[in-house]
Structures are given as C-alpha cells and as structure tokens.
C-alpha cells in the first residue's frame, strides 16, 4: 500500500511565495516520475510540472520561471516552489507518483492554495 501526504497549501497574497510537499510512505517501489497537478473550480486538471527520476522537468507555460520542481529520491518525496504567485494559481494541487513497477499512478488528496489579497 502506497500512500502520499501533501502538505504546504494556504492562502497567500498575490506575488508571495508558498512551497508544497508530497511525501510518499507504505511499501517501497521504485517510483518512476513525480508531478503535480491542479484543479481550479470549473475547470479540468491540468498538468503543473513533472520531474523525471533523472531530473528532466516540464512545466505549463503559465507558470515557468515562477514554479520549481525538485524531489529528494532517497526520501521519496516531491516538492514544488511557488513564488510571484498570482490570483489564477488558486487551485486545489495534487501529488501524482508513477510506479513502473505497479504500472499505475498514485495520486494525494490534494492541497488548496489561496491566491488572494
């Protein structure tokens, strides 16, 4: 049994910083990529940033040069920095974990972040 945590959602003011984390626990399998997504209420889910296990990242145009991915593999864990934060970064973030192994992914329950004055 896998299980994520997520922590580091709140409400910040709009150009202020937050930085999330997700910690996977439970059985150890080799983890493959590690993501975060976002929901903001009306809309589908969408795609922030990716890390590979290599270090390789990706992220959606709307927040380069404002997010950072990073993961720490010996502790399994993903975290994503957010600064110059925007109203439009409201959302409801979610930890994804690809497990090759298990040939799925394992998402958290997610984090909301507040983008308001």
């Known amino acids: 049994q896998v299980q994520l945590v997520e922590s580091g959602g709140g409400l910040v003011q709009p150009g202020g910083s937050l930085r999330l984390s997700c910690a996977a626990s439970?059985?150890?399998?080799?983890?493959?990529?590690m993501a975060w997504y976002r929901q903001a209420p009306g809309k589908q889910r969408e795609l922030v940033a990716l890390i590979t296990r290599g270090g390789r990242m990706n992220y959606v145009d709307s927040v380069k040069g404002r997010f950072t991915i990073s993961r720490d593999n010996a502790e399994n864990t993903v975290y994503l920095q957010m600064n110059s934060l925007k109203p439009e970064d409201t959302a409801v973030y979610y930890c994804n974990v690809n497990y090759p192994t298990l040939g799925m992914d394992y998402w958290g329950k997610g984090t909301l972040v507040t983008v308001s004055s």
């Open positions: 439970g059985r150890i399998f080799p983890i493959n990529s």
